[in-house]
């Protein structure tokens, strides 16, 4: 079975400073279980009210959709992602979004 995998982050270090390194701070705030990806949507936990950072792997080629628990639905052409690929993505912190995935070619 293949899954996309999803870290949350509150923010890049010195992200306001006049430098900017360009990794994220460990420990995440958390490791959400692993989204199962199918053919039909699926949708991650809600978003931790301090996450601003969302590091997302998918074992397969999928896409994917970020926005409002309860009305975001992927679907093929949406951001597509490759087989092992990892992608960072900000969000707007406190806002409840997920992520939803779905599988594709």
């Given amino acids: 079975m293949a899954f996309l995998y999803v870290t949350e982050y509150p923010d890049l270090p010195g992200a306001y400073a006049t430098y900017t390194p360009q990794v994220v701070r460990d420990p995440p705030?958390?490791?959400?279980?692993?989204?199962a990806i199918a053919a039909t949507a699926a949708a991650s936990a809600a978003?931790?009210?301090?996450?601003?950072?969302?590091r997302l792997h998918s074992d397969v080629v999928c896409s994917i959709l970020i926005g409002p628990a309860g009305s975001t639905t992927a679907t093929a052409a949406n951001a597509r992602m490759a087989a092992n690929q990892t992608e960072y993505r900000m969000v707007v912190a406190g806002a409840g979004h997920v992520v939803s995935v779905i599988t594709n070619t």
């Fill in 47 to 54: 978003f931790n009210g301090r996450t601003r950072i969302v």
């Fill in 29 to 35: 705030i958390v490791d959400q279980a692993p989204v």
